[in-house]
């Protein structure tokens, strides 16, 4: 063995693979929370189709998604191998354990944590990005007058009312006054799958998960990095709490709220 | 004598590492509540051997809580209900009259039952000799002053180096985990002078022989510091992984 395969074997090194795609995928829950903020835009869904479209084109983008395909693929199937493998440093369990006297639960329960998250992860990329690749998703035509800034939107249709469908994700040009954008509308996708209960209550619930998996596991990526100082140790736990385990899962969760709710 | 307190104890019985080994019930009478833990085993003890019973085998040496061999896991929890202390330093008077107490030994595929509440700790040792040392020619001591060592780093390296080997660490942590150990015997040279020279080749010894003896790995939940006797800190684990990640991105050796 080489030292590079040595140091990732090692147990320290297995956490380090653990650690370093945890973090990265928090930074990924940061971009996503902020990109599907246009959800909320009362625009008839046009800058989040537009967002989409940029999204799924940008080259940089693309490099750092297929980035996060792999840290989530190489984060739960590691999180997990090491559950199994400390199952197997205490092949006798206790009779009687107080966990909750020395330890938080979530800090006890990231293995549990991670696989409700994975069955989210798997059902929302089936949902939406599945969908949007290789599913059907209809076009939407928004109007935008270049004068007065006004924009209306509607399904983009031939004079039969059938839906016309494009070569590309999107496609611009002008008119006279106005400004025609034809794009994939992503945004009724998204309203529709919204309508279902189920679905609303499985992404509410998952965001719980999100918030209890990074209350520990924010502040324990730094720890395992080895960056633990006192200058810091606050700043670290308040981000973890605030951010990752408040804000962000309350942003996500609200989404699909907001179009079952609401709209 | 009034005051006095009975209990149940729940004791794992196990004859030896063969042995599957279960609970066993006994209640134990006219309990004074000043009595240390261990010294109500000993009564229960006693008693066992006038039935001609065989008496219940656990760990003890200094009972002044430094040597760290009392390892009993009591009610859930190693060295039981109170933080900061060993089982010898566990009185009565942390309990109510009737309670009904549950003691196992240390559980972890690396320390071995050897018979009831008894383990065999010695992959600790084996640890140690891989690393936990300094190489020096030995002759007349140096002046104690003649290497001069911050109070900060000095502080931090005594602290490291009041860990007793206990293993509650491991015993509490949900994995087997034996970083809080092996960081606080990393950290208390790697904090000095003194053990600059061998540092890098320490650490990977030293955590080389940690996973080789089957202890877990480090979910950083936090137990062993809650539970550790000499209040040893897990900032002396962020150290170690430092010191292990910075060693192997860096060792001149390929
Ligand atoms: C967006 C998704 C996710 C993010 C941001 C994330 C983040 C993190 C972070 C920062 C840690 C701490 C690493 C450390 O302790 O050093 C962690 C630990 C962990 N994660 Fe995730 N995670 C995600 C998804 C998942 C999934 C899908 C699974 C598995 C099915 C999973 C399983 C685990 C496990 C088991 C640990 C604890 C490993 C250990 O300490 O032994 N995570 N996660
Ligand atoms: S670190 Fe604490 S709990 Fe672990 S062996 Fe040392 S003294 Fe015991
Ligand atoms: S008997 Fe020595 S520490 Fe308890």
């Known amino acids: 063995m080489n030292w590079f395969t040595k140091m990732f074997s090692s147990s320290i090194g297995q956490k380090l693979i653990v650690a370093l795609t945890g973090l990265f995928l928090c930074t990924f829950l940061v971009v996503h929370a902020m990109g599907n903020l246009a959800l909320f835009k009362s625009d008839n869904g046009m800058s989040f189709n537009l967002y989409t479209v940029f999204m799924t084109t940008n080259p940089f983008i693309k490099v750092v998604s297929y980035l996060l395909y792999a840290s989530v693929i190489f984060h739960a199937f590691k999180g997990l191998h090491l559950i199994y493998k400390n199952r197997q440093a205490r092949p006798v369990q206790y009779g009687m354990v107080n966990g909750k006297a020395n330890s938080h639960w979530t800090s006890r329960s990231m293995g549990v944590l991670g696989t409700i998250m994975l069955v989210f992860i798997v059902v929302h990329m089936s949902n939406f990005w599945f969908e949007y690749k290789f599913g059907y ?8 007058n270049i004068s007065t800034g ?28 106005n400004k025609i954008t034809i794009v994939k509308d992503l945004y009724a996708e998204v309203a529709e799958e919204f309508e279902n209960p189920l679905l609303v209550g499985l992404y509410v619930f998952a965001m719980f998960a999100v918030a209890f998996h990074l209350f520990h596991g924010f502040k324990s990526g730094f720890q395992t990095l080895g960056l633990n100082h006192p200058r810091y140790n606050q700043a670290i736990q308040f981000i973890g709490t605030w951010v990752f385990a408040i804000i962000l899962p309350a942003l996500f969760a609200a989404m699909p ?3 079952f709710l609401v709209k | 004598m009034s005051g006095d307190m009975n209990v149940t104890l729940k004791v794992w019985r196990q004859k030896n590492n063969n042995d599957r080994g279960r609970f066993e019930t006994y209640p134990v009478q006219g309990v004074s509540p000043d009595m240390s833990f261990l010294e109500m085993f000993d009564i229960l003890n006693e008693r066992l051997i006038t039935e001609g019973k065989e008496p219940v085998a ?16 009591i009610n859930g929890r190693p060295h039981g209900p109170l933080q900061g202390v060993t089982t010898c330093q566990l009185h009565m008077r942390s309990f109510k009259n009737n309670d009904t107490i549950v003691v196992e030994p240390w559980r972890a595929k690396a320390f071995p039952v050897v018979k009831d509440l008894a383990v065999n700790r010695s992959a600790f040792d084996r640890v140690m000799s891989s690393g936990g ?3 020096i020619n030995t002759g007349n001591a140096q002046d104690a ?4 060592i911050g109070k900060d780093d000095a502080d931090m390296a005594f602290a490291a180096a009041t860990c007793i080997g206990c293993g509650a660490c491991v015993a509490a942590c949900k994995n087997a985990s034996a970083m809080l150990f092996v960081s606080a015997k990393v950290s208390q040279f790697a904090l000095l002078p003194q053990g600059q020279p061998e540092r890098k080749q320490r650490v990977l010894n030293m955590v080389a022989q940690m996973d080789a003896e089957g202890f877990g790995s480090c979910t950083n939940t936090g137990a062993c ?3 550790c006797p000499k209040g040893i800190s897990i900032s002396n684990i962020a150290r170690m992984n430092r010191d292990f990640i910075g060693t192997q991105l860096s060792m001149q050796k390929v």
């Open chain 1, 257 to 259: 709220l907001y179009f």
């Open chain 1, 150 to 177: 006004e924009v209306s939107g509607m399904p983009y249709v031939d004079e039969a009312g059938n839906p016309k469908q494009i070569k590309k994700k999107m496609e611009e040009f002008v008119i006279g006054d």
């Open chain 2, 225 to 227: 510091e809650a539970e």
């Open chain 2, 145 to 148: 002053n003649s290497t001069p």
């Open chain 1, 137 to 144: 998703i209809p076009y939407v035509q928004y109007t935008e």
């Open chain 2, 58 to 73: 656990f760990d003890h040496d200094c009972r002044e809580g430094i040597c760290g061999m009392c390892s009993m896991f």
């Open chain 2, 133 to 135: 040392f300094i190489s």
